[in-house]
């Protein structure tokens, strides 16, 4: 064993210790009465102030022993990180002028810088003293991040820089660091709810691993797709060869790699073996199908097959709509060349991009019933995963009626083959 992880391991071993001996010495103990002032006691400054006493090394106005004393009580250290938590959430329901001309906006970036920089990059410093505070400063720092992203993506590269976040590449480059930070927070977390197994602490590591997991999906959803393929190969290769005992952070992770799946048009691969995967565990309708070369996905444990037969009925529905945008895209675009009087001669090039779309949608058409004929050979039990699956062929048919009559209109009638068709 290496230096470095028989380092890991005590650390460890005294974190769980020291927590361990913290939540002993209360016991046959009456809980000492916690001041809690009312909400509107603290504003973003005022809690600042209190974040840097807590979190910081040392501040220039306070003295040792004072930060000290605070430092040591746990609850107070909660009750701050639910206020920090009140005030994001609070923020993000102003409009978003309000929010960024808000006098509070610097001390919002600043909490967060303090959230990123003291938290996020010490994770296990920090949960070794208190898991209760982590998990609530890992959920403040996740609504920041979604706030940011969400509201104000002109300046979202600024905003991470003055919360901590710096790399190349612009805002592609931060939210790559970000997702390697998180990467290693997926590690750490997973592994502490196999050391903590039916322990004291397992509902609250479950917690952080759930949080970690939804900070991640957030991410790739940002970059420009020219970045997201490294991101799915990590989750492909991680679905593969880790286990997660934590059910509602294994579907989330299950759902981003759909997602990921979708957005790096990688069609025809992923849902089809995750469904021979549910064919072989649960069961297939036709044995005559055969299951060769099935990708074994450690993630994907007895208790999320049905769950996962329904993500990927959602994923499919979800290309479904994309395939319907195209054709009411072509065939708007169409209408609108044949009513301008625009004929074949007059603008080739359009005619020719038309049929690049068409040849595509095709494609993607032909990648979609492959995969929707795999996930309906999965012999599920009648309830409502027979109603999922049923609903989404009733869409492929729907798809495919609406697919034929456009070709139809955009067929010329002396055409041979539109006359063999007919």
């Known amino acids: 064993m290496s230096a470095s992880s028989s ?31 009312p909400p509107t006691l603290l504003d973003f400054e005022t809690t600042l102030r209190a974040l840097q006493l807590l979190l910081n090394d040392s501040v220039s106005w306070s003295t040792t022993e004072a930060a000290k004393q605070l430092k040591g009580k746990r609850d107070f250290r909660r009750y ?7 005030l994001i959430q609070k923020h993000s329901s102003l ?4 929010s960024r001309s808000s006098s509070n906006f610097v001390e919002f970036l600043q909490c967060g810088r303090i959230l990123y920089e003291r938290c996020v990059s010490k994770i296990q410093e920090i949960a070794d003293y208190d898991l209760i505070s982590t998990v609530v400063a890992l959920e403040c720092f996740y609504e920041l991040l979604k706030l940011l992203l969400s509201r104000y993506q002109t300046n979202v590269t600024k905003y991470l ?3 901590g976040v710096n790399a190349l590449g612009g805002v592609d480059g931060q939210l790559k660091r970000l997702i390697e930070d998180y ?10 709810e196999e050391d903590h197994m039916d322990g004291e602490f397992e509902p609250t590591i479950r917690k952080i691993t759930q949080i970690v997991v939804s900070t991640l999906a957030l991410l790739p959803l940002h970059l420009s797709e020219g970045h997201l393929e490294p991101v799915y190969v990590w989750c492909k290769t991680y679905a593969e060869k880790k286990h997660m005992l934590n059910e509602v952070a294994a579907k989330s992770f299950v759902s981003l790699l ?3 799946n979708r957005r790096c048009k990688t069609r025809g691969q992923l849902i089809e073996s995750m469904a021979k995967l549910l064919c072989r565990d649960i069961g297939q309708l036709d044995p005559d199908v055969s299951l060769n070369k099935v990708v074994e996905y450690k993630i994907v444990s007895q208790k999320l097959r049905m769950p996962l037969f329904s993500l990927l009925c959602n994923a499919i529905n979800t290309n479904l709509n994309e395939i319907f945008w195209m054709v009411n895209w072509l065939r708007s675009e169409h209408t609108s060349q044949v009513k301008s009087g625009i004929t074949i001669i007059d603008n080739t090039d359009h005619w020719e991009e038309l049929r690049s779309k068409e040849q595509e949608l095709c494609l993607y058409l032909s990648h979609t019933i492959r995969e929707l004929a795999m996930v309906s050979g999965v012999s599920v039990p009648v309830g409502p995963a027979v109603d999922t699956v049923l609903n989404t062929v009733a869409h492929l048919y729907n798809l495919l009626s609406s697919v034929v009559k456009y070709f139809i209109m955009r067929s010329f009638k002396d055409n041979p083959v539109f006359k063999l068709v007919k």
């Open 183 to 192: 990467k290693k927070l997926l590690e750490y977390s997973v592994e502490s």
């Open 95 to 98: 409009k978003q002028t309000d």
């Open 161 to 163: 820089a003055d919360i």
């Open 258 to 260: 759909l997602q990921l």
């Open 7 to 37: 380092g890991t391991k005590k650390l460890k071993e005294g974190g769980r210790g020291k927590r361990k001996r913290d939540f002993n010495t209360t016991e046959g103990k009456a809980r000492p009465t916690v001041f809690k002032p």
């Open 80 to 86: 701050i990180m639910r206020v920090v938590l009140s």
